[in-house]
């Protein structure tokens, strides 16, 4: 449960990256308060290429690092500890995997491993996540497709040169069997794209297909069989998002500990209070019992192992849990100005909400535990 070596050079490599790079006060304030379309940089994206990081989970032979998910998690954990906007998770992680020995990895991983193409997931159709309540249509037509219904909370959505969306071409709501995935390009002709702002100042985008035409070569995976390439993009975003919620505890937590040593109440600081140590105790023990979740998600999922779903979700839960255990206390810790846009500990908080959702919530993955636990 400990990193090899070179996972500790690539952390000694990202860690100050992205502490200077990729800053609150420089991309999510920035970003945020210009009033940016895409909600990140694409300049800092280009330099995520040129560190090798967009292409981290693609193999060597087509260009990328042919690392693994424990890798992407060193990486996420930074991104979540400076709350770095960026499209890694939903593009270098979830969607690279999702389209992993397709034709279409051929087209786009490239553009990936250059740090100049954005891809996204288009899977949710309804308030809550659920990726078998999937009810989009694809009906042949000719040599291909024809795409008709809506999708939901498509992170990138509007940035994105390619939208992977699930469409059902046989079964039923609710099944898994009869799901297809299409690799749309943002330009296609009957896509409607709304793009909106989220609490964290992200940016996802609901979409409408209407009559949208892709020929046959669009399919990644195989026709009815798109439930293999949908779970293996889920289950490495999952992992991925679990890692990097780990990253906004830490950083709302290192935030938190630093105030306690420094404010002053009663002539006391705040930091020699019991009550508040037994708190900050508490919330150290939970994160570094997330990061163990995390890792070992990451390790199950690399190795292949069959109990990684499960684990995947556990991690999932877990961090979500703990990483809004840290930006509440954080709040809290911080008194009055902790409120107010000024200080960044609530930047935590918005960022934690909306990447909890994501991939499906604590409770949807509490559920999944059960369920695959055999209750």
Same mark, same amino acid.
Request: charged share 20%; with cysteine; glycine share 12%.
């Given at each position: ?72 998690? $060193? %990486?996420? +954990?930074?991104? @979540?500890?400076?709350?770095?906007? /960026?499209?890694? #998770?939903?593009?270098?992680? &979830? ?123 669009? $399919? %990644?995976? +195989?026709?009815? @069989?798109?439930?293999?390439?949908? /779970?293996?993009? #889920?289950?490495?975003?999952? &992992? ?136």
């Amino acid at each position: 449960m400990t990193l090899t070596d070179d996972q500790r050079m690539l952390h000694d490599t990202v860690r100050p990256f992205m502490a200077d790079e990729g800053a609150i006060k420089s991309q999510l304030r920035h970003w945020r308060d210009t009033g940016c379309g895409d909600g990140f940089g694409h300049g800092l994206w280009k330099q995520f290429g040129e560190l090798g990081l967009t292409g981290i989970l693609i193999p060597e032979a087509q260009g990328g690092a042919g690392l693994g998910a424990v890798e992407a998690g $060193v %990486v996420l +954990e930074e991104i @979540g500890r400076n709350l770095t906007p /960026s499209p890694f #998770l939903t593009t270098a992680v &979830a969607a690279v995997r999702a389209m992993q020995g397709s034709a279409q990895a051929e087209r786009w991983f490239p553009g990936i491993v250059a740090g100049e193409t954005i891809a996204a997931l288009a899977i949710d159709e309804g308030k809550h996540h659920d990726p078998t309540r999937i009810a989009t249509e694809a009906r042949r037509s000719g040599n291909g497709f024809v795409l008709n219904g809506g999708k939901q909370f498509v992170v990138h959505g509007a940035s994105a040169d390619v939208i992977l969306v699930a469409a059902r071409t046989a079964g039923s709501s609710g099944e898994t069997r009869g799901l297809t995935l299409f690799a749309v390009e943002r330009c296609a002709s009957g896509l409607e794209i709304d793009n909106v702002a989220l609490a964290d100042s992200s940016k996802a985008a609901r979409l409408r297909l209407d009559e949208v035409e892709v020929d046959a070569d669009a $399919v %990644v995976g +195989e026709v009815d @069989g798109g439930w293999t390439p949908i /779970s293996r993009g #889920l289950n490495a975003g999952r &992992a991925g998002a679990a890692a990097e919620l780990v990253g906004v505890a830490v950083g709302a937590s290192e935030m938190t500990f630093e105030y306690l040593k420094q404010r002053k109440q009663f002539g006391r600081l705040i930091g020699e209070f019991q009550a508040l140590q037994h708190r900050a105790a508490h919330l150290y023990g939970e994160i570094e019992i997330a990061r163990a979740a995390a890792l070992k998600a990451a390790q199950l999922l690399d190795a292949g192992d069959p109990r990684a779903e499960l684990f995947v979700s556990v991690a999932k839960a877990k961090a979500a849990r703990t990483s809004a255990l840290a930006v509440q206390e954080g709040v809290q810790m911080h008194g009055g100005i902790g409120m107010t846009d000024e200080h960044d500990i609530g930047l935590y908080m918005k960022r934690e909400a909306v990447l909890s959702e994501l991939f499906g919530s604590p409770r949807y993955h509490a559920a999944r535990v059960a369920e695959l636990s055999g209750y």
